[in-house]
């Protein structure tokens, strides 16, 4: 997914992760191994990241060079 212009995918297993990918990644699409996650975790993981807002700031920075052509 991330060969693609403004996709960001991040894998996330936890929903620690899962903030951090959308804090200091920007990222917009989740990844979750469904083999290693219960469907409870998958919940928490898909709310914490639709809710969480991305920090900007130091981190738009290396966020931005990330280009796919």
């Not at 951090?20 to 928490?44: C, F, G, K, M, W």
Request: proline fraction near 1%.
């Amino acid at each position: 997914a991330n060969k693609h212009q403004d996709i960001r995918a991040a894998l996330c297993w936890t929903k620690e992760i899962a903030e951090l990918a959308r804090q200091h990644n920007d990222a917009n699409i989740i990844s979750i191994p469904a083999r290693y996650t219960s469907i409870q975790q998958a919940v928490e993981m898909v709310a914490t990241f639709l809710n969480t807002d991305f920090e900007g700031g130091r981190h738009a920075n290396r966020v931005n060079k990330i280009a796919c052509k």
